[in-house]
């Protein structure tokens, strides 16, 4: 089983409509959870950390369930500069302070005019 | 500021051939990583560092080396380049407390 899984997509999205992406992991110790933006042969970008209180930020919204191991992404008002790959992560924190990050293989959205 | 800089953007190398990627970071940050990424397969770790003069063995060490002498550079090299190593390959920073800063990829091809 993939330590991060997600639906590769592709998502065709109409502009205005809101759509929600999902991630599971696999390892119950990880302790912090991002979501990353990657643009056609560019390199990753943080779109937003994931807390368990749910996180807002603008059109955007993360939620993290550590009992189902499972992170979620919903975009509102989608715009055309939304399409992208979207790459799920999850931080585990390994002995000595050392950290490793390990990436889902995203999911690819295009928003549609 | 220039953030995280890697050199060289593209090259093309024979089976067999060797090659050094350079990273460089301008923001002070403590740890740096090399990733891979393959269509399909996502980001794999490679190697990384936590501080000047150390360097770690990632998901997928085997075929690369590292060095990090000074804290601001990090360097991937490959002593036999083999095809299945062409993919692109992307470094990253980190401050102590995570967040990371990825450099724009370096495509490699081996044939």
């Known amino acids: 089983r993939k330590e991060v899984e997600q639906d590769p997509g592709p998502f065709n999205v109409p502009e205005g409509a809101t759509v929600a992406f999902n991630c599971t992991y696999s390892?119950?110790?990880?302790?912090?959870f991002f979501w990353y933006r990657q643009d056609c042969r560019k390199e990753p970008k943080l779109l937003m950390s994931?807390?368990?209180s749910g996180n807002e930020d603008g059109r955007f919204t993360a939620q993290l369930n550590r009992a189902s191991q499972y992170i979620s992404l919903l975009i509102r008002d989608s715009k055309l500069s939304d399409s992208a790959t979207y790459l799920c992560?999850?931080?585990?924190?390994?002995?000595?302070?050392?950290?490793?990050?390990?990436f889902g293989t995203g999911t690819r959205l295009t928003i549609i005019p | 500021n220039a953030g995280v800089t890697q050199t060289p953007k593209f090259r093309v190398l024979k089976t067999g051939q060797s090659m050094t990627l350079l990273c460089a970071q301008d923001?002070?940050?403590?740890?740096m990583y090399w990733y891979r990424q393959d269509p399909g397969m996502g980001l794999r770790l490679i190697h990384y560092?936590?501080?000047?003069?150390?360097?770690a063995k990632g998901e997928v060490p085997d075929g690369y080396n590292v060095s990090r002498l000074k804290k601001q550079n990090f360097l991937l090299g490959l002593e036999s380049a083999a095809p299945s190593q062409t993919s692109v390959y992307f470094c990253?920073?980190?401050?102590?407390?995570?967040?990371?800063?990825f450099g724009s990829g370096t495509r490699l091809t081996v044939v």
């Open positions: 990253a920073s980190s401050p102590v407390d995570y967040g990371y800063t």
């Open positions: 390892n119950s110790a990880s302790q912090s």
């Open positions: 994931v807390y368990s």
């Open positions: 992560v999850v931080n585990e924190r390994l002995d000595f302070g050392n950290e490793k990050l390990t």
């Open positions: 923001m002070n940050h403590e740890y």
């Open positions: 560092s936590v501080g000047e003069g150390t360097t």
